[in-house]
């Protein structure tokens, strides 16, 4: 059975950076599992047995913002990294606020998203 701790939560909306990023944490050697939204992840459960987070914060439906904001009043503590195409000091601010440990603007470096992602892992 896979170690729970290195089991990566993706939620990506665009299917094309879904499979990049379920291929480049594959090959970074974890378990990976994704959701095209914040709803589909609520409803597998999948939260539950994250070792890190990884959301988009655009999503339809839910926001990753407000999907990280219903996974902490749930009392859901797994890190979470954010990623968007549409950066601002102002989704900083409020990702930081809220807990994240990394944010990246797409396309991002896959090697420091990785980095990231172990990092977040050893706090978790």
Same mark, same amino acid.
């Given at each position: 059975?896979p170690?729970?701790q ?14 990049a990023?379920e291929? =480049?944490?594959? %090959? !970074?050697?974890?378990q990976? @599992?994704s &959701?095209?939204?914040a709803?589909?992840?609520?409803? #597998?459960? *999948?939260a ?11 999503l ?10 219903? =996974?902490?009043? %749930? !009392?859901r503590?797994?890190? @979470?990294i &954010? ?7 102002? #989704?900083? *601010?409020?990702?930081?606020r ?8 797409k396309?991002?470096d896959g ?8 990092r977040?892992?050893k706090g978790?």
């Amino acid at each position: 059975m896979p170690d729970q701790q290195q089991s990566i939560v993706v939620v990506e909306d665009d299917a094309g950076m879904r499979k990049a990023l379920e291929r =480049l944490l594959r %090959a !970074g050697g974890f378990q990976c @599992v994704s &959701f095209a939204s914040a709803e589909a992840l609520l409803k #597998a459960g *999948a939260a539950d047995t994250a070792g890190c987070l990884v959301l988009d914060i655009n999503l339809p439906g839910l926001s990753g913002f407000q999907l990280q904001r219903q =996974l902490m009043a %749930a !009392g859901r503590k797994s890190p @979470v990294i &954010f990623i968007t195409a549409h950066d601002d000091e102002v #989704a900083r *601010a409020e990702a930081r606020r809220i807990g994240s440990v990394a944010y990246f603007r797409k396309p991002f470096d896959g090697k420091l998203f990785l980095k990231e992602i172990v990092r977040a892992l050893k706090g978790n």
